[in-house]
């Protein structure tokens, strides 16, 4: 079995046409889901962008791995053994890392080497801490440089995402071709071709659409924001409110500009999702290959007023995830359908392990999503997901269920009825009459973190065993 991930980096859940997102156009997720499973109640385990995609790769809450933010590095001596990569890689297979990977902040100086097990490393650009092979910014000097001075010139930092004129959006001076996304999506459906029949692992990573959102010439035009339909305003008096002072400036108006260049680059990224899908059809790797689309973290878009953007936050924007499985032949029961489970990203790894029928995955917190695609239930049901988030070196926690959400946030605690308020505009926290929402949700949290806790010492515990008896103590 060959493994594919495709992953974007700041994706919302809803913004798919398979999910009935309004206008936007996703031909290459749209037909995985069409062939896969969707699920409808992703969430990420921690946000922002490095503390996800370690609880990805490693398959671990951020409460074991001690990452809470893009800033946050791993000892050398405590990166735990069982990482994504480095399982299938052990299995035999032919691994790569394609892309925007981000598991190290940018200006650390300490040299990690491949330990995530990828024997191939091509980048957006030189990623410190990591080996790198080729990346963007070496073979594409030229591009990388109109693209900062576009940049600059709209008044977008370096992160991409500090001020309005980043969500807001602008076009760019190239096309998809010449953009990292384009590039990527290029350098994934080469490797895939060297592959020769081999079992593979490959993570393609995505920079878009997370902002600046700089759409490529070739996209520019594809959607009018005269035909943008807004989110609902919210009420005055949110818990958020005057929170993200950073992006005020943008009018309603200005936000269909916002949501459409979202959306272009939403499908931009998508195209290069198709890139690599394709070659996996030429190759005839297609049918034996586990495809996964997702995302890192979402992104407020707007849901919470014209300045609410990013992914600092954990309301459902910036927390669920887009999440379709495509599985190799032999599963096509659950084809096309979605799927409302509890679904954490923690539980991708153990998930892949047992597609593959690797070791592993009964010593992690998530919970393997196979049997759905056998028709048969989950293991064990979870009650409710866990979000964290640092803010101010505190970390929040989000508590979801299907029907309620419990926030202990940077605005103090908040209480979602989510199936009737899915906007989360009626903070109940003060209702007495929902305190039985509330205990039901901390109980179901508590028994995660116990479940998570109990597997995560047995893997890191060895137990010295010998015969022995009195005379030899």
């Excluded at 994706?11 to 499973?37: I, N, S």
């Excluded at 659950?334 to 954490?344: E, Q």
Aim: aromatic share 10%; glycine share 8%.
């Amino acid at each position: 079995m060959n493994v594919a991930i495709l992953l974007n980096d700041q994706h919302a859940h809803h913004v798919l046409g398979c999910a009935g997102f309004p206008h936007v156009q996703t031909p290459a997720a749209d037909a995985l889901a069409a062939e896969g499973l969707r699920f409808e109640q992703a969430v990420c385990a921690v946000t922002p962008c490095l503390p996800s995609r370690h609880a990805i790769s490693h398959g671990l809450y951020a409460f074991q791995t001690g990452i809470y933010t893009n800033g946050h590095c791993m000892p050398l001596d405590a990166i735990p053994p069982l990482t994504m990569a480095r399982v299938f890689k052990d299995a035999g297979h032919c691994t790569a890392a394609i892309g925007k990977m981000h598991w190290f902040p940018y200006h650390a100086p300490v040299s990690r080497g491949s330990y995530f097990g990828y024997d191939y490393r091509a980048a957006h650009f030189n990623e410190t801490g990591d080996n790198i092979d080729t990346h963007f910014v070496k073979e594409h000097p030229d591009f990388v440089r109109q693209a900062a001075a576009e940049r600059a010139a709209h008044g977008v930092g370096m992160g991409g995402d500090d001020c309005a004129a980043a969500f807001k959006g602008y076009a760019l001076p190239l096309s998809l071709g010449q953009t990292s996304d384009g590039w990527i999506g290029e350098q994934a459906a080469t490797w895939v071709r060297q592959q020769a029949g081999a079992p593979f692992f490959l993570m393609t990573s995505f920079p878009g659409p997370h902002a600046p959102h700089a759409v490529p010439s070739d996209y520019a035009d594809l959607y009018d924001p005269a035909f943008i339909e807004l989110p609902p305003e919210p009420p005055a008096g949110l818990a958020d409110e005057g929170a993200y002072a950073q992006y005020e400036g943008l009018s309603r108006d200005e936000l269909r500009v916002a949501i459409a260049n979202y959306m272009a680059c939403v499908t931009a990224v998508d195209a290069c999702h198709g890139r690599v899908i394709q070659t996996l059809k030429d190759e005839g790797a297609y049918d034996e290959t586990l495809i996964v689309m997702m995302s890192d973290h979402g992104e407020l878009l707007g849901a919470r007023g014209s300045a609410a953007f990013s992914k600092y936050s954990l309301y459902d924007p910036a927390i669920r995830v887009p999440l379709i499985i495509k599985p190799p032949q032999g599963y096509e029961g659950a084809r096309g359908a979605t799927s409302d489970a509890l679904v954490n990203l923690v539980d991708l790894l153990p998930t892949l392990l047992d597609f593959a029928g690797l070791d592993g995955g009964y010593s992690l917190p998530g919970i393997s999503l196979k049997p759905l695609f056998e028709g048969k239930p989950l293991v064990r049901q979870r009650h409710a997901t866990l979000t964290e988030f640092l803010w101010k070196d505190t970390v929040h926690s989000a508590i979801r269920s299907r029907d309620w959400k419990l926030i202990d946030g940077p605005h103090g605690r908040e209480l979602y009825h989510i199936a009737e308020d899915p906007n989360e505009f009626n903070n109940l926290a003060a209702d007495g009459c929902a305190a039985p929402h509330v205990a039901e949700l901390e109980d179901a949290c508590l028994g995660e973190i116990r479940l998570a806790s109990q597997g995560y010492a047995s893997r890191h515990t060895e137990f010295e065993r010998q015969d022995w008896n009195p005379l030899t103590m």
